[in-house]
């Protein structure tokens, strides 16, 4: 039973870096905002980083799986997959590296480039999205350095000086060199300066457990104390059951307050979608209702289909001489793009991204690193830790995999979370494509680890499943009602005021972490939606890419 | 609604037993950091055989103190989950199932030599591979985060002579290097980008998974 119902001029579902970027926008335009998020705040003492334990707890209620996790706010995912997400204000970038690269101009135009399985153009180009880049990595406050010739120009926005390489960084910097191969220091959403009550980061490490100082930027520090401060309505425990529709138009939301079990129905004239990759479409799918048989905004049934997390491969390599990786930030301190595009001599198309890792601490030493090569137990632990601990840099490649239709979301019709709501699904395979890929850059990380002078190496192989830290393309934007779930403007082709904004809007993967991307898309959607709000609450059907209303 | 009902996933598992006073608020599902407030409480007996199953797994000796010395049977007090509780959370390792394994090992592991303890480990390690497992996270994680153990690494380990342990509230930015002229010297190199204008079909015949692909299907 519906207990409380109030209005808004627009419900947004999700407090990441979707929900949180669209919101902000919007009420600084003067819209009234209600942001529904079914997790918590997260303070500064909930971080492991002061506790000497802080390395057991990263398996515990810091693991990045929610299986694994368990907390209250999380729900079950199902099938042969580890997801990485949270829920939480901020979303999943509360346990992110903060790496912050964009994607390059071809990665808006993979179904020229190739056009394999379900691969399209993006309905946008990299010059599109560029000022909202800029826009939203001011928001967030990044660092880096300028002057890549792997990418346009990107000095539209100020960065911070880069995050520090240590001896990790500078030597893994030179086996590039010395293979001629390209590198350059990335970009991270990791201040090296204090800002807006931020302190700057101290090379403390550990961001894949938050940051409790905020050096880490996350809408938790970038978004949410100035959305609220400008009346954004922000309900956290607030856990949404059904997206509600009527006549063709989405008319607000149904949730659950985890507190109390009460229900509650909030009605927008507008709704934003932004609860990631795989909370999306389950969200869609159980929105199935009158009208909506198959679930909302799934008359073409693509609701779900393409998910891409990237293909992954972990490699450790052991040196004779100090790397020191327990110090500095987890962003990586610098990536090579050398393989990244696409040349079919190779035998496949698509790239990857390599990037030198940190090593975390002692224990995680002790426990095998990224690649589970353990320490042996009895007489020859000593020898075999004092040998490696420290010793030690972990490259990691990600490459772009190809979205494929039966790698997907649905409804898991057996499991279900502690509200009672089904769990969420997930098929996802690796395309021969995918592993042809990775396979090539396992080999091209020993060539950089031997030209270092590695004594001894230890990879994963291709990842399967894969590390799914990136969750994409499930409700991707496109060209057309048949290709894809949202036109250009991240409204649904069978409900025009209904808003698609995260991860699940990436219409390919690139092979670069795509939270910049995410965040930009959400500028972009909020600047549309605040310009256009008149425009988008009359419309009665989803207009074309060609006769949407631009900005 | 059966028990099985709910046992589905996250957050969605019940206390087996009710709430007490001593474990207040441990099914709230949420992990406390730094485990138990109230660690599970061991006899003298469980002590000694836990303490002897450390000092085993990782010997004392070369500047590094013995397990049983930094406080280990405390960290397997605070991270094993009580009687009566369901264990949700890593090293997901009961009392019962814990104290079941340390009665089968017996009064005499303890008692016995280096040599008595480490077949008797290596036995278990082979027949129950989940609790030896659990055992070994147990203390590398707890005698990897004990202060003396901290300053064993500093001491003993070049790589480790600036290690502190928890990433806060040091850090590291005193003894981190930094980019330079040098190390940047050849950053960017040998590398350029599609323009968007440029984007061309590439040719498909090369590659190797597709060929096979075709082959496999005109065969048919």
């Not at chain 1, 919101?23 to 600084?28: C, D, I, S, Y």
């Not at chain 1, 990665?107 to 560029?130: N, V």
């Not at chain 1, 100020?158 to 960084?169: F, M, S």
């Not at chain 1, 909030?266 to 932004?274: E, P």
Request: glycine letters at 10%.
């Amino acid at each position: 039973m519906t207990a409380v119902a109030n209005e808004t001029d627009v419900l947004v579902i999700g407090s990441g870096p979707g929900g949180a970027g669209v919101t902000l926008k919007l009420v600084q335009a003067g819209y009234r905002v209600v942001c529904l998020e079914q997790g918590p705040w997260v303070t500064p003492s909930d971080h492991p980083h002061h506790h000497r334990e802080w390395e057991i707890e990263k398996q515990r209620g810091w693991a990045y799986d929610p299986n694994v996790r368990g907390l209250p706010e999380d729900y079950p995912v199902t099938g042969f997959t580890t997801p990485y997400l949270m829920n939480n204000i901020g979303g999943s970038t509360m346990h992110y590296a903060g790496h912050w690269p964009r994607y390059k101009p071809v990665d808006f135009r993979k179904g020229t480039e190739h056009g394999l399985e379900g691969t399209i153009d993006w309905p946008i180009s990299y010059e599109e999205l560029a000022p909202y880049y800029d826009e939203n990595d001011a928001i967030y406050g990044i660092s880096g350095m300028v002057g890549d010739p792997s990418y346009p120009d990107r000095t539209g926005v100020d960065r911070d000086p880069p995050v520090r390489p240590g001896k990790l960084g500078r030597s893994f910097a030179s086996a590039l060199s010395s293979l001629g191969w390209h590198w350059w220091p990335s970009d991270n959403a990791i201040i090296t300066r204090p800002r807006e009550g931020r302190d700057a980061d101290i090379a403390a490490g550990n961001e894949l457990s938050g940051s409790p100082t905020g050096s880490l930027s996350t809408p938790t520090h970038t978004h949410w104390p100035k959305a609220v401060a400008l009346g954004a309505d922000l309900r956290t425990y607030a856990r949404v059951e059904q997206i509600v529709a009527k006549n063709g138009k989405a008319t607000g939301a149904i949730y659950l307050d985890r507190r109390t079990g009460q229900r509650h129905e909030v009605k927008a004239k507008i709704v934003v979608v932004s609860a990631n990759g795989i909370g999306t479409p389950r969200l869609l799918l159980m929105s199935a209702q009158k009208g909506h048989p198959d679930g909302l905004a799934n008359s073409n049934g693509l609701v779900g289909k393409y998910l891409m997390h990237h293909i992954f491969a972990f490699c450790d390599a052991w040196f004779d001489e100090p790397m020191e990786g327990y110090k500095g930030a987890f962003g990586a301190p610098l990536y090579s793009h050398e393989f990244y595009h696409t040349d079919t001599n190779r035998g496949f198309v698509n790239g990857f991204g390599m990037q030198v890792a940190r090593s975390f601490g002692a224990a995680f030493a002790a426990m095998g690193s990224h690649t589970g090569y353990v320490a042996p137990w009895g007489k020859d632990h000593r020898k075999f830790f004092n040998e490696h601990f420290g010793n030690h840099l972990m490259v990691f490649m990600f490459g772009e995999d190809l979205p494929v239709e039966t790698n997907c979301v649905t409804l898991d019709p057996d499991v279900k979370d502690s509200s009672g709501l089904p769990a969420a699904h997930v098929n996802w395979e690796p395309h021969p494509n995918d592993i042809a890929l990775s396979n090539f850059g396992i080999d091209r990380i020993f060539d950089a680890a031997r030209a270092l002078g590695a004594v001894e190496t230890n990879d994963t192989g291709v990842l399967n499943p894969p590390p799914a830290w990136h969750l994409m393309g499930t409700c991707r934007m496109g060209n057309n009602p048949q290709d894809s779930v949202t036109n250009k403007w991240h409204q649904t082709w069978d409900v025009p005021n209904l808003f698609i904004v995260d991860g699940s809007s990436l219409t390919t993967g690139g092979a670069v972490n795509p939270t910049s991307t995410i965040g930009a898309l959400a500028v972009r959607a909020g600047d549309y939606i605040a310009r256009r709000f008149s425009d988008i609450v009359d419309q009665r059907t989803t207009p074309s890419n060609e006769s949407s209303p631009g900005v | 609604m059966t028990q099985d009902d709910t046992l589905a996933g996250p957050g969605a598992a019940p206390a087996l037993g009710t709430d007490r006073p001593e474990q207040p608020d441990f099914e709230t599902g949420r992990p406390r950091l730094g485990g138990l407030a109230v660690p599970v409480q061991f006899d003298e007996t469980e002590t000694e055989i836990i303490a002897a199953i450390a000092d085993t797994l990782i010997p004392p000796g070369d500047g590094f103190p013995a397990p049983s010395e930094v406080g280990i049977v405390n960290f397997f007090g605070r991270y094993t989950t009580p009687s009566g509780f369901r264990p949700k959370h890593y090293p997901y390792l009961s009392e019962d199932r814990l104290k079941n394994a340390l009665a089968v090992l017996g009064e005499e592991f303890a008692d016995s030599d280096a040599q008595a303890r480490t077949q008797a480990l290596k036995r278990m390690e082979k027949d129950d591979e989940e609790i030896f497992g659990q055992l070994r996270s147990l203390v590398y994680y707890g005698y990897y985060c004990a202060d003396s153990v901290i300053a064993a690494i500093q001491r003993e380990i070049p790589a480790g002579r600036d290690y502190h342990g928890p990433p806060l509230p040091y850090g590291y930015l005193h003894c981190i290097e930094d980019w330079d002229d040098d190390s940047l010297a050849t950053a960017g190199q040998g590398a350029g980008y599609i323009r968007t204008e440029d984007v061309v079909r590439v040719d498909l015949s090369k590659l190797t998974w597709l060929n096979a692909r075709t082959t496999k299907e005109d065969e048919k």
